[in-house]
């Protein structure tokens, strides 16, 4: 019974291990650009949800948003839709707080509310509050883009 115990406490380390998120180094962030991903393949439980969710998956291939990370905390936030550019970018701040856990403010077009991103994989993976805890949000990520 010991050696069970000692066995499925070693596989819930290293499980948990793999999935850990690394924390966000500003080295990793001033002068990208990262690009906004819709993953929303996994979302639906049932045929209905499976099919609309198709859907918004095809409009959401259309959209574009990119974040340009700068020097002295600066980010930029583009976005364009159906091709059509947006001609003005939004201007905002990044910080890493001391869990290295990245905070992004608020734009006229882009909400941070309650969300901070962790780095999974080389993804900065966005994070929502519930219940005291931070949940990982599936349906979307940002990916590193070459400028």
Do not use: C
């Not at 882009?110 to 993976?125: K, R």
């Amino acid at each position: 019974m010991k050696r069970i115990l000692i066995l499925l406490a070693l596989i819930g380390t290293v499980a948990s291990s793999v999935t850990a998120q690394d924390r966000v180094r500003e080295r990793d962030l001033i002068g990208t650009s990262w690009e906004m991903v819709f993953d929303l393949e996994e979302e639906g439980g049932n045929l209905f949800e499976r099919m609309a969710l198709s859907a918004v998956s095809g409009i959401l291939d259309e959209v574009h948003v990119r974040f340009d990370f700068e020097d002295d905390g600066e980010l930029y936030v583009w976005a364009d839709a159906f091709d059509i550019e947006v001609d003005e970018e939004d201007e905002t701040r990044w910080n890493i707080n001391k869990h290295g856990q990245l905070i992004l403010g608020e734009t006229e077009h882009f909400e941070a509310d309650d969300t901070l991103f962790m780095m999974e994989d080389g993804l900065l993976v966005p994070h929502k509050m519930e219940r005291g805890k931070w949940v990982r949000e599936d349906s979307i990520y940002l990916k590193e883009v070459r400028r």
